[in-house]
């Protein structure tokens, strides 16, 4: 009988957890149980490296121009890939959270697409402005950043741009690292209305909208670079072979 009242409880805890941010009665789970994975994969580093050796790793995957292929394991160490991808999967939670998402499928494929591309291109750095240019977009369109939130998430595809503008030309840091954000901002600004007017161009039949949309940015900018003689070379930077 104690186990069912203690089952009881939680069960009105989360009934009213849910009721105060507007979600679903089954959100609280789906959000405890995926900040649990992303938990274990953060900590799951503490294993490989000491926290110590954790902080330098991560400190060369930001500094990192991250275009692909790189593989943060050999950038930093193994223990700060797995720290970097559980903090990227808990900041795209919190996000969720925070603007009051409902945690169902699409959410949850972005959280683990980030999850998996942060061991090889995407860290808290090159992200957060791109999640800043939607942000100001939707304080543009007067909405919600919750409505705009799969291509912010998504959007963060092209953010090994800010990295290669921050870090990979050779500018001077006080010129790069503005000019890395702020191509950054301005891709996330774009990223909404394009990828809406780009559903007619392929008719539905490209599944990742955003992807489609982020590549075609992608080739915008690789094209605005080589006009400057600003060559991006192939990177091919993975375990046993740099």
């Known amino acids: 009988m104690e186990?069912?009242?203690?089952?009881?409880?939680?069960?009105?805890?989360?009934?009213?957890?849910?009721?105060?941010?507007?979600?679903?009665?089954?959100?609280p789970i789906k959000y405890a149980v995926i900040s649990f994975f992303a938990l274990l994969i953060l900590s799951?580093?503490?294993?490989?490296?000491?926290?110590?050796?954790?902080?330098?790793?991560?400190?060369?995957?930001?500094?990192?121009?991250?275009?692909?292929i790189t593989d943060y394991m050999v950038v930093g160490n193994i223990g700060a890939s797995f720290f970097n991808a559980g903090l990227l999967?808990?900041?795209?939670?919190?996000?969720?959270?925070?603007?009051?998402?409902?945690?169902?499928?699409?959410?949850?494929?972005?959280?683990?697409?980030?999850?998996?591309?942060?061991f090889f291109g995407k860290n808290v750095?090159?992200?957060i402005p791109i999640i800043l240019g939607v942000y100001l977009r939707a304080r543009y369109q007067k909405t919600v950043l919750g409505k705009l939130?799969?291509?912010?998430?998504?959007?963060?595809?092209?953010?090994p741009l800010v990295s290669q503008v921050s870090f990979g030309f050779g500018f001077e840091p006080y010129l790069a690292i503005p000019l890395g954000i702020g191509f950054g901002i301005v891709v996330g600004f774009i990223l909404p209305p394009l990828a809406n007017h780009f559903i007619p161009f392929h008719q539905g039949f490209n599944l990742y909208n955003?992807?489609?949309?982020?590549?075609?940015?992608?080739?915008?900018?690789?094209?605005?670079?080589?006009?400057?003689n600003l060559e991006t070379p192939v990177v091919?930077?993975?375990?046993?072979?740099v």
């Open 149 to 159: 939130l799969l291509p912010a998430l998504f959007g963060t595809a092209l953010g």
């Open 44 to 68: 799951s580093g503490f294993i490989f490296n000491t926290p110590a050796e954790i902080i330098t790793g991560l400190i060369q995957i930001l500094k990192s121009p991250s275009i692909l």
């Open 89 to 118: 999967m808990l900041v795209t939670i919190a996000l969720a959270y925070r603007n009051n998402v409902h945690m169902n499928g699409p959410i949850i494929a972005a959280a683990f697409t980030i999850m998996g591309f942060a």
């Open 210 to 228: 955003i992807g489609f949309t982020a590549g075609m940015i992608g080739m915008l900018m690789m094209a605005i670079f080589r006009s400057f």
């Open 236 to 241: 091919f930077t993975c375990k046993g072979r």
């Open 3 to 27: 186990n069912w009242r203690w089952f009881r409880i939680l069960r009105r805890k989360n009934i009213e957890l849910a009721n105060d941010r507007g979600l679903k009665v089954d959100d």
């Open 125 to 127: 750095y090159n992200i």
